[in-house]
């Protein structure tokens, strides 16, 4: 799993978004999922996010493990002051109180074995044996 592609899963909302819910039990809609930053500071911006019952605007940020906001240093730089929502592969610190949401167990596992697939193969055009697949 890389960041990149949860960036991809996020931005084409290719995971299970029914019931989803904060590391702290929060429920989680996602209205809009923001705009792709390429740039630095957060990698979504204008969000629009409903926590419970409040419906949040500002930015995403995205790590494969949720103890790389404080790797990054992300509590000090003010670039992340308005981030509403952290999303992560795995959750791995609960000494945070920025909302989190942990997508491990909402992306089908078979999209994640074709990404490593495609990541690893050894041929010259990753997707050279399901070129017959497409019509």
Request: glycine share 2%.
């Amino acid at each position: 799993m890389t960041e990149s592609f949860l960036h991809y899963i996020w931005k084409m909302k290719l995971f299970n978004s029914s019931e989803l819910k904060t590391s702290k039990g929060e429920n989680v809609l996602i209205i809009n999922s923001g705009e792709h930053n390429t740039h630095a500071g957060p990698d979504f911006t204008n969000a629009k996010i409903k926590i419970d019952d409040t419906t949040w605007a500002g930015n995403v940020e995205i790590h494969t493990r949720s103890s790389e906001w404080k790797n990054h240093k992300h509590q000090n730089d003010d670039a992340y002051k308005n981030v509403i929502l952290h999303v992560v592969y795995d959750h791995d610190d609960t000494n945070n109180n920025l909302p989190t949401l942990e997508l491990k167990n909402k992306i089908d596992h078979t999209l994640i074995k074709q990404f490593e697939y495609l990541m690893h193969t050894a041929a010259w055009i990753p997707c050279e044996k399901s070129i017959r697949q497409v019509n």
